[in-house]
């Protein structure tokens, strides 16, 4: 395929999302090895490198987890070669077990880990702050503000990493993720590094007696990052005022951009903080030519902590602003008219002007599972035998989308894989039967040991396995159980039928009560969840259905007709939109009627109306 990341045209300008800059730096540093797996904000960098690994030579993978991701890629990195990995902030706390010893051991090739933040948990449940890795685990981290950034900081770390032999952590946040900026490409590499793995236990092996050898090793190799960075283009200084300001990530695009419409570089200097460990030679430098200094971060106050000591340990008795002056909120993402006003306050500045604009009150709008999306009817199915009494255990996915009306699915929520075991406590603890709903990738990436706990307890809870073939949410990603006509590259030995394997590893784990079903056929679905609900111990049912919007992908000629509802015989009781809430059925003045450009043609407004009211499109024969 043709990608401009593909391009070998050094100095040509090319406007590209922030995860596609990544790609591109990495290709340009001699990449060879990437696994991942996707989460947003990150999923583009492990989408493109997935369609261009071939071209480009680089050996590519979708792992199970990220703790898989890292490991293949930190053994990859060992024998020298180029490797990254991407995850979301999440996945570099799933990934950190191995995480925490890498720099112990060290890398041969440089090793690049991708981990995209999320602040204002945009789509993710939580904020997290991965710039403390770097003092807590001597990880040097790389904040880029722009695409441009991303772009270059990804090409200068893996050299970086060799030699240093720690690994680094990429750290774009959404804003430098989804935003597009000029990139000016380098040439691609002509050579890549030799492949060869030398056996060297003492160095590779972190038993006691080696780890306490490599903590001390560590020390210097982290003081090197911190000399090397010092000698690096991520820390650039503008304006010769007295007044300082420091910023780092897309804090450090926005407060350029405030600081260059006033135009106050007269007043004020501006530093950007663009790696980490923040070279002291650096920080001192810039604390001894300014009378005081506020500090532009999202989430926790990293930096502003590390200027306050600095400033202290140099006998700089200079007022440091930042959060915990209240100039900023320690919560949420910033927006530049945020930063505009903290700076205006911290220089004494008229307030900004603030233009009302009268909207009306737009009505809320939840997001819901698509037109056809199998999990409605096996929500549906399943609350309609286990009842409104019964707690639903949720997870992370698609799926998540049964929190609230009109599904009534989601009671409990924490994290990847935690619905079986969340389960398993509530079930043990009220003695009452729980159900639990994974997706299959889901359960892949974490609900294996879970499933295999609960069964070891014996709990009383209904695992409902909800199987669309794909990693949906993401971005359509392949998911362990796809079928041969969706990725013909990831047959199984050539195996034409992979969802085998997710029945196979339930029953493998010593479940014995397991039902596989399609949720669209009602009656079968309905007798599997009955006997689930009557049933003792652990139970699984699996529920077979393709993503309603993927298949149409794979499949454009596999549409199905439409439904449509028989105005004479609907008395709009709206028994369809109340239990089901699928946005393919509208309602104006009163009147219900299905919009045929959103139905996937599943049947389940038909199963639920009781007039016989909702039947689907006859399409002719030639057709």
């Known amino acids: 395929m043709s990608h401009p990341v593909l391009k070998d045209a050094p100095g040509a300008s090319i406007c590209m999302l922030g995860n596609h800059a990544i790609v591109r730096g990495a290709l340009e540093a001699g990449l060879q090895f990437f696994s991942c797996y996707p989460g947003t904000p990150s999923s583009e960098v492990g989408d493109l490198l997935a369609r261009v690994s071939k071209p480009a030579g680089v050996l590519f993978e979708y792992s199970i987890n990220e703790k898989v991701a890292v490991e293949v890629a930190f053994a990859a990195s060992l024998t020298g070669a180029r490797s990254m990995c991407g995850m979301k902030h999440l996945g570099l706390n799933y990934a950190g077990d191995p995480i925490s010893t890498m720099p112990y051991v060290g890398v041969e090739g440089g090793m690049v880990v991708v981990s995209a933040g999320d602040p204002s948990a945009i789509t993710s449940p939580n904020e997290q702050d991965q710039r403390h890795f770097s003092r807590f685990l001597y990880y040097p981290v790389f904040d880029p503000a722009t695409p441009a950034d991303a772009y270059r900081m990804t090409r200068y770390a893996f050299d970086f990493s060799e030699k240093t032999r720690l690994p680094v952590i990429m750290r774009p946040t959404t804003r430098v993720c989804h935003t597009s900026g000029m990139v000016e490409f380098g040439p691609l590499p002509q050579t890549r590094n030799e ?53 780092s990530g897309v804090g450090y695009a926005y407060a350029s951009e405030v600081l260059n419409e006033l135009g106050l570089y007269d007043r004020v200097s501006l530093l950007q903080v663009g790696a980490y460990p923040i070279p002291e030679t650096i920080l001192s430098e810039f604390l001894a030519t300014v009378e005081s200094v506020l500090v532009v971060e999202e989430l926790t106050p990293y930096v502003e902590e590390i200027v306050s000591l600095s400033a202290f340990r140099h006998g700089r008795s200079i007022p440091v602003y930042g959060k915990n002056s209240g100039h900023f909120p320690v919560e949420f993402e910033y927006n530049p008219d945020m930063v505009e006003d903290a700076i205006r306050t911290f220089l004494q500045l008229e307030p900004r002007t603030i233009v009302e604009v009268g909207l009306p009150e737009l009505p809320p709008r939840p997001p819901v599972l698509c037109s056809g999306c199998p999990h409605r009817t096996s929500f549906y199915l399943a609350r309609k035998v286990f009842g409104k009494n019964t707690v639903y255990v949720n997870d992370i996915g698609c799926y998540t989308l049964g929190y609230g009306e009109p599904l009534h699915s989601c009671d409990v929520l924490l994290c990847m894989g935690s619905s079986i075991s969340q389960a398993s406590g509530i079930a043990r603890t009220t003695g009452k039967r729980t159900v639990a709903y994974i997706g299959d990738s889901t359960f892949f990436h974490s609900g294996l040991p879970p499933l295999a706990n609960a069964v070891q307890a014996n709990d009383d809870i209904t695992v409902v396995i909800l199987n669309n073939y794909i990693t949906a949410m993401t971005g359509f990603q392949p998911s362990f159980s796809a079928w041969e006509s969706q990725y013909p590259d990831c047959s199984n030995n050539g195996q034409k039928d992979r969802r085998i394997v997710l029945l196979d590893a339930v029953k493998g784990l010593g479940v014995k009560d397991v039902y596989s079903v399609d949720p669209f ?103």
Do not use: W
């Not at 080696?210 to 560590?218: H, S, Y």
């Not at 210097?220 to 820390?235: C, I, K, T, V």
């Open 521 to 623: 056929d009602e009656a079968q679905t309905l007798d599997a969840f009955k006997k689930a609900k009557s049933g003792k111990g652990v139970n699984v049912v699996i529920c077979n259905s393709p993503c309603a919007v993927h298949r149409v992908r794979v499949e454009p000629d596999g549409k199905r007709a439409p439904y449509v509802i028989d105005q004479e015989k609907c008395n709009a009781c709206s028994l369809c939109v109340r239990v089901l809430g699928c946005p393919g059925i509208v309602v104006e003045d009163g009147v219900y009627f299905i919009d045929a450009s959103m139905c996937d043609g599943c049947d389940l407004c038909a199963y639920v109306c009781n007039r016989d009211a909702i039947h689907q499109v006859e399409v002719p024969e030639h057709a």
């Open 195 to 247: 492949i060869r793995f030398t056996k060297n236990p003492p160095r590779y092996v972190p038993i006691p007696v080696n780890a306490r050898r490599m903590r001390k090793e560590l020390i210097d190799r982290f003081a090197l990052a911190e000399e090397l960075l010092g000698q690096s283009e991520f820390f650039p200084r503008r304006g010769n005022g007295t007044m300082g300001v420091i910023a």
